[in-house]
T-cell receptor
Framework: DVKVTQSSRYLVKRTGEKVFLECVQD?????MFWYRQDPGLGLRLIYF???????EKGDIPEGYSVSREKKERFSLILESASTNQTSMYLC?????????FGEGSRLTVL | RKEVEQDPGPFNVPEGATVAFNCTYS??????FFWYRQDCRKEPKLLMS???SGNEDGRFTAQLNRASQYISLLIRDSKLSDSATYLC??????????FGTGTSLTVIP
């Protein structure tokens, strides 16, 4: 079974803090994604990566950056967290058009 | 216009009922189609892929209509455990996925 693991299920941070969300997949997938999910807005793509060190902006990249130094690991970075970044963050990898999601990281920024 | 449109519901149905969800997509070049199930505060999980010929998995039937650009999910003999949000997901190509906002289903005893 494909496993996508997100390092933190729940985080509480203060405004201005730097936040790292890590995601690891164990199936050698090339494509990895970071989404955020908010009530009424559905899933929105922040960034995706199709190979090591390659990244593409999604629909809402502002305030975020990503890092893909190894194929299995895709990190999302909030350089200076703000309250409007309180959300559920979902990492995913894909193969043959199917998405596999991690368990999600629920971030609260105070 | 949204790439994928879904009726958010909520759908509240009694146990044993049959319920159907529809989802429309705007890009005729879309290649792959899926229904995902998401439980409260959990990640989406693949329920079933959707093919032009239609496919069935137990009480669940998925259909794709390319001419009208919609996909459907039919749940027969609803169980309490079917209560969840059902997400329609469309893959345009490679890295491009589009999501509906989800349809909420509650099955009532």
């Amino acid at each position: 079974d494909v496993k996508v693991t997100q390092s933190s299920r729940y985080l509480v941070k203060r405004t201005g803090e730097k936040v790292f969300l890590e995601c690891v997949q164990d199936m050698d997938h090339e494509n990895m994604f970071w989404y955020r999910q908010d009530p009424g807005l559905g899933l929105r793509l922040i960034y995706f990566s199709y190979d090591v060190k390659m990244k593409e902006k999604g629909d809402i990249p502002e305030g975020y950056s990503v890092s893909r130094e190894k194929k299995e690991r895709f990190s999302l970075i909030l350089e200076s967290a703000s309250t409007n970044q309180t959300s559920m963050y979902l990492c995913a990898s894909s193969l043959d058009g199917e998405l596999f999601f991690g368990e999600g990281s629920r971030l609260t920024v105070l | 216009r949204k790439e994928v449109e879904q009726d958010p519901g909520p759908f509240n149905v009694p146990e044993g009922a049959t319920v159907a969800f529809n989802c429309t997509y705007s890009n005729s070049a879309s290649q792959s189609f899926f229904w995902y199930r998401q439980d409260c505060r959990k990640e989406p999980k693949l329920l079933m892929s959707v093919y032009s010929s239609g496919n069935e998995d137990g009480r669940f039937t998925a259909q794709l209509n390319r001419a009208s650009q919609y996909i459907s999910l039919l749940i027969r003999d609803s169980k309490l455990s079917d209560s969840a949000t059902y997400l329609c997901v469309v893959n345009l190509a490679g890295n491009q996925f589009y999501f509906g906002t989800g349809t909420s289903l509650t099955v009532i005893p």
